[in-house]
């Protein structure tokens, strides 16, 4: 492994919250910086409402820096957005045009800008010379195609983006399907700004696979394969792994537990949440099926809790104990 390898944690909608960035940073270690789900419908040059306030509180999470993300065709609605989190005291903004769902892709928005390389020279034209802050993209390999991507080539490199982080599939395969080395080759080749690898990584023979494929690239982006196996991180970077793995992940789930419950103040919504990051975690157990279906009936906050005492007196980790 490169000692400057740089790992940064995915953003995922409904899973990588407040809660649980700053649970997260509290138990593992290895991540170098936390992106949050994106932001949208921004009004332009109004104040952010309170709910995207009190989700933009935290500018790091026990020294990690926490990026924010917006989605949006809107050079004004970017600006606008940029201000408040420079104001915040935020340091990076991310322009998500990766999202791959047909709802966001169909409005040209996400992934399905994609295709359009014109509209996405002419925003960084509007957006590049105010930006108040350091300004990033994370995009897809193309939306139909990947080789949209080399059309694209060309307008990343005359403007000074930070990092340009590219999930080595289309938006159309969603999350399916196999990444293309290839493409994200062809266009490295010609990049001259800092990219990023997004794709693929579950395991540290996968990472060593990409970086042995891909020498040059120091930053890679994470997201299913930080959920699945939370201690993935530092074992890419070979530090010091936990004595007791399954005591680490009890606690980890304890606080994202109540945390979770405080942020959504008990509502069911707070129990939705927590499923929704076990259709994830659960691959971290041999039988995750059996894991999942002892939580999944969970009706309510006590049988949750009855259901985690079950998972952990019973089933074996994966990931090593």
Same mark, same amino acid.
């Given at each position: ?208 696979? %990409?970086? !042995? &494929? ?9 997201? =299913? +394969?930080? $959920?699945? *196996? ?5 074992? %890419?970077? !070979? &530090? ?9 992940? =009890? +606690?980890? $789930?304890? *606080? ?66």
């Amino acid at each position: 492994m490169n000692l400057q390898t740089a790992i940064f944690f995915a953003p995922f909608q409904g899973i990588t919250t407040k809660a649980f960035r700053l649970v997260y940073a509290r138990h593992f270690a290895g991540v170098d910086k936390l992106f949050t789900p994106y932001f949208a419908n921004i009004a332009v040059d109004y104040p952010l409402p309170a709910l995207k306030m009190k989700a933009l509180q935290h500018q790091s999470e026990s020294g990690i820096s926490v990026v924010p993300q917006i989605l949006s065709k809107s050079a004004p609605e970017i600006l606008s957005f940029a201000r408040s989190c420079a104001a915040l005291g935020f340091g990076e903004l991310n322009w998500n045009l990766g999202c791959p769902y047909p709802q966001v892709a169909r409005k040209k928005r996400g992934s399905g800008m994609l295709p359009f390389p014109e509209m996405v020279d002419e925003i960084l034209d509007q957006v590049m010379p105010h930006m108040p802050l350091s300004f990033s993209v994370k995009c897809r390999l193309g939306y139909a195609k990947a080789a949209e991507i080399m059309d694209l080539v060309p307008v990343f490199n005359r403007y000074p983006v930070a990092e340009l982080t590219i999930h080595a599939r289309t938006g159309k395969q969603l999350y399916s399907g196999k990444t293309d080395p290839d493409a994200f080759g062809a266009a490295l080749e010609g990049l001259q700004v800092p990219v990023v690898y997004n794709g693929d990584i579950f395991t540290t023979e996968d990472f060593g696979h %990409i970086s !042995g &494929l891909f020498p040059g690239i120091s930053r890679f982006m994470i997201g =299913r +394969g930080i $959920l699945k *196996d939370p201690f993935l991180p530092a074992r %890419i970077k !070979g &530090l010091p792994q936990p004595g007791d793995s399954r005591a680490v992940l =009890r +606690g980890f $789930l304890d *606080d994202l537990y109540f945390e979770t419950r405080r942020e959504k103040k008990d509502s069911p919504s707070a129990l939705n949440a927590m499923k929704e990051c076990w259709t994830y975690l659960m691959f971290a157990f041999e039988e995750p099926v059996v894991v999942f279906r002892r939580l999944k009936k969970a009706g309510n906050f006590d049988d949750y809790e009855d259901a985690i005492k079950e998972v952990f007196a019973n089933d074996r980790l994966k990931i090593q104990e």
